[in-house]
Structures are given as C-alpha cells and as structure tokens.
C-alpha cells in the first residue's frame, strides 16, 4: 500500500493494463529524447504534488465518487510542449466522457480544499520522452486503442517509481455496485 511516510507525492491518472501500456511503449520507438519507462506510462488527470498522509482517505473517497463510463481512447497523434520539451501521445479528438470526468474531478478536489496543478486547459495526453527536441511528425500505421480499466490514485515514490495505490474501475461510482 502507501508507504509510511507523513507526505506523499499524488496523481491521478488513467493506469494502462500490460496490453494497452506494452502498445503505448511502441509509440516511443520514433521519439528521441530521455524515454518514460515503460511501467510509467498513464495518462494524467489531476496532479497532486505533496499531500499528507491524512488526505488520503478524502482522496480515496473522491476517486471512488467520480463517475467514469466505460472508455475507448484512440492514440492517434503525437505532440509536443516546448517547455518542458516533452514529446507526447494524444487524441486528436478525446472523447467527451473523458474530458467530463477531468471536469468532475477537478471540481470535487477543489470543493474538498485540494488544489490540483493545471497548466491551461486539460490536454489529455501520454508522456512519452523528457528533454525531448521535438515529436515525430505522424503517427505510423493505426492508432493505439486503449479500453480503460478506470481511474487510479498513483504515488510517485521517492525512488522514481509510481505506484497505484487503488483504482475505481470504469461505470464505477459512489453507490453504484461493482
């Protein structure tokens, strides 16, 4: 589970399963750059930052009462950001009930004091390399398709690496049975 520690470095995010995340790993084979390891490839949602450890079970909760419908994403461009020079994957075209639930999530940590770091609008994408110089120009063949599990609450750890704490699988919410 979380390690004992009194601040943690939290996220959301969507959490490929091996299928999806070993497709996503072949995305990187054009990208130059500082390459994401494989087993930390996800899609982000919500960053945290430092939390304390007793944010947890409001966290828990909140994951738990975001409502996630059941969710194709079609991984069909590349992309980059300038500054942090990261070259990344996305969707030309996200699905609406991803960009609500980023929406529904971002209002429920904010009515429950938390808040998330945004950098402009939601762009729901895949790092792929840091210290990246550009992104390829187009994806080669058919596009990624991901059929999402749901959405997890990740540690990222002292030690580099991220560590899903729970997941809230999709049709899943407060209420609802699983």
Not at 3 to 9: D, L, T
Not at 41 to 49: E, K, Q, S, Y
Not at 83 to 108: D, V
Request: aromatic residues 6%; hydrophobic residues 50%; positive net charge.
């Amino acid at each position: 589970m979380i390690a004992n520690e009194p601040a943690h470095k939290l996220f959301f995010a969507l959490w490929p399963d091996d299928a999806a995340r070993q497709a996503l790993a072949r995305l990187q084979e054009p990208v130059r750059g500082r390459l994401v390891p494989p087993e930390k490839l996800h899609l982000t949602m919500a960053f945290l930052g430092r939390q304390p450890a007793d944010a947890l079970p409001v966290l828990l909760g909140i994951l738990h009462a975001v409502p996630l419908p059941p969710l194709q994403l079609d991984i069909d461009c590349y992309g980059y950001f300038k500054r942090p020079r990261i070259a990344w994957a996305g969707m030309r075209q996200p699905p609406a009930a991803l960009l609500a639930a980023q929406t529904t999530l971002m209002q429920q940590l904010e009515a429950a004091g938390f808040s998330a770091a945004t950098h402009g609008a939601f762009k729901p994408h895949i790092t792929l390399a840091r210290e990246a110089k550009e992104a390829p120009a187009a994806l080669d063949g058919a596009p990624v398709t991901w059929k999402v599990a749901g959405l997890a609450l990740v540690e990222s750890r002292p030690d580099g690496t991220y560590a899903p704490l729970a997941l809230s699988a999709t049709g899943a919410a407060a209420g609802s049975a699983t």
